[in-house]
């Protein structure tokens, strides 16, 4: 029964730390790499949390493998509202890139962001009419009700976006892994790893709640371009400790996944949108 890891090396262990008595506890030394198996459990949370900021892996693992985290499924759905939020807000990389590249130049709200492009992307026919379902002709003037049920509409459209992710991810990973790896992760430690990795937006508060119609195109954009690198950064890591991957195999997924995630909720809103007008 190796249901835990050691933080250092990842190997299987049985045990973290054995009892002598009601007050004598021994932490549990790995096999492989004679270090402690997970020096985090006499740590205090907030050095944890630390850690984890800091991507470091060995947290990461503790997290994971050798902690409960039975409330995953609330920080889940906590981060999806926040993303939520601030595409509903039109105040996100998503809406930057996508008032970009669909050349929406006024989309009526304070938060909407266009940037120049030096080079010009056209968008595919095909899409034209998603571009549209993203335009927002007059929106001061609709009333609350029509505000918050576009709310409930993105986020829909995100909690799909994410549903696909972590499918690609998941089914990528699998394919990869008769090739060159072997490590089973079950769909609870998914969804775990995945809460985990998504707290990375919580960097983005500082622009939605700070953030106000003075605040230059450039600022915003290089502040949600900073937040996503890290997220990437922080996934990347996460998913190579889940899956144990090589590198250049969890780069590859983890960027067909993104693509893929992003495409959808392109889709999806204007779709929801035109099936409960
Ligand atoms: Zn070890």
Same mark, same amino acid.
């Given at each position: 029964?190796?249901?835990?890891?050691?933080? #250092?090396? $990842?190997?299987?262990?049985?045990?973290?730390?054995?009892?002598?008595?009601?007050?004598?506890?021994?932490?549990?030394?790995? &096999?492989?790499?004679?270090?402690?198996?997970?020096?985090?459990?006499?740590?205090?949370?907030?050095?944890?949390?630390? &850690?984890?900021?800091?991507?470091?892996?060995?947290?990461?693992?503790?997290?994971?493998? #050798?902690? +409960?985290?039975?409330?995953?499924?609330?920080?889940?759905?906590?981060?999806?509202?926040?993303?939520?939020? $601030?595409?509903?807000?039109?105040?996100?990389?998503?809406?930057?890139?996508?008032?970009?590249?669909?050349?929406?130049?006024? #989309?009526?709200?304070?938060?909407?962001?266009?940037?120049?492009?030096?080079?010009?992307?056209?968008?595919?026919?095909?899409?034209?009419?998603?571009?549209?379902?993203?335009?927002?002709?007059?929106? +001061?003037?609709? &009333?609350?009700?029509?505000? +918050?049920?576009?709310?409930?509409?993105?986020?829909?459209?995100?909690?799909? $976006?994410?549903?696909?992710?972590?499918?690609?991810?998941?089914?990528?990973?699998?394919?990869?892994?008769?090739?060159?790896?072997?490590?089973?992760?079950?769909?609870?430690?998914?969804?775990?790893?995945?809460?985990?990795?998504?707290?990375?937006?919580?960097?983005?508060?500082?622009?939605?709640?700070?953030? #106000?119609? &003075?605040?230059?195109?450039?600022?915003?954009?290089?502040?949600?371009?900073?937040?996503?690198?890290?997220?990437?950064?922080?996934?990347?890591?996460?998913?190579?400790?889940?899956?144990?991957?090589?590198?250049?195999?969890?780069?590859?997924?983890?960027?067909?996944?993104?693509?893929?995630?992003?495409?959808?909720?392109?889709?999806?809103?204007?779709?929801?949108?035109?099936?409960?007008?």
């Amino acid at each position: 029964m190796n249901s835990y890891k050691c933080v #250092n090396c $990842g190997v299987g262990a049985s045990a973290l730390y054995k009892t002598y008595g009601p007050s004598v506890l021994k932490l549990t030394k790995c &096999d492989s790499c004679k270090g402690v198996i997970d020096k985090y459990i006499e740590y205090d949370p907030v050095i944890v949390m630390i &850690d984890l900021v800091l991507m470091s892996k060995e947290a990461q693992r503790h997290i994971i493998y #050798n902690t +409960e985290f039975k409330s995953y499924w609330k920080l889940f759905i906590i981060l999806i509202m926040l993303e939520t939020y $601030g595409v509903w807000r039109n105040d996100s990389l998503f809406n930057i890139a996508i008032n970009t590249v669909c050349n929406i130049k006024n #989309n009526s709200t304070i938060n909407s962001t266009y940037i120049t492009l030096p080079i010009n992307i056209s968008v595919p026919e095909p899409w034209m009419s998603d571009c549209k379902g993203w335009a927002y002709e007059e929106k +001061e003037s609709l &009333d609350l009700f029509i505000w +918050e049920k576009d709310f409930y509409i993105q986020f829909l459209s995100i909690f799909t $976006g994410i549903i696909v992710f972590i499918t690609i991810v998941h089914l990528l990973m699998k394919l990869f892994k008769k090739f060159c790896f072997q490590n089973e992760v079950s769909l609870a430690r998914v969804l775990k790893s995945f809460s985990l990795a998504n707290m990375s937006l919580l960097f983005t508060l500082p622009m939605l709640v700070w953030g #106000n119609s &003075d605040t230059p195109p450039g600022t915003r954009l290089l502040h949600y371009l900073m937040v996503f690198l890290y997220s990437f950064i922080f996934f990347y890591n996460t998913f190579r400790v889940l899956y144990e991957s090589p590198k250049i195999v969890t780069a590859i997924v983890l960027t067909i996944s993104y693509c893929i995630k992003y495409l959808t909720t392109f889709h999806m809103t204007p779709f929801i949108r035109k099936i409960t007008r």
